[in-house]
């Protein structure tokens, strides 16, 4: 294969398209503390989230948006464009990460693994609040020390 073939194809698979913003009536999954590109068939001017505690939208570009999952639950996500029309106005429904993901109990306190290959602790919405706080004043002590 010659190298402008191969630079093609590698070029062609960085630039896949990404996901489209439903308008089968069937919610859009977004995984919570984690973001998601969303194409849209018009330019948007403005996004509204029903529940902005449980996502964020903002506007990338006309015809990108970016969507954050902030916590458990479903909203609502409509998007207009110059004029106030709709573009699109669909569920957003945001669940917790599954794959490499394990919760312990212990009696009543919950925390959670990163188990991905090596278990590591992150929080989630619902842990302890004292295994949250050591975990993430534990991560602020390594990006201190990285700076």
Known sequence: MSRIAAALLLAAGLFAPLPAL????GPINVNVNMARVLRISAPAATVIVGNPGIADVTIQDPT?????GKSY???NLIV???RGEPIADTMVEVVQMQAGVMTVYQGQARTTLAC?????PVVMMGDDNAFAGQTLASSQLVQSAAN
């Open 22 to 25: 439903a308008q089968d009536g």
């Open 64 to 68: 990108t948006l970016i969507l954050t």
């Open 80 to 82: 207009l464009d110059g």
């Open 116 to 120: 991905a290959p090596t278990c590591q």
């Open 73 to 75: 639950g479903q909203t």
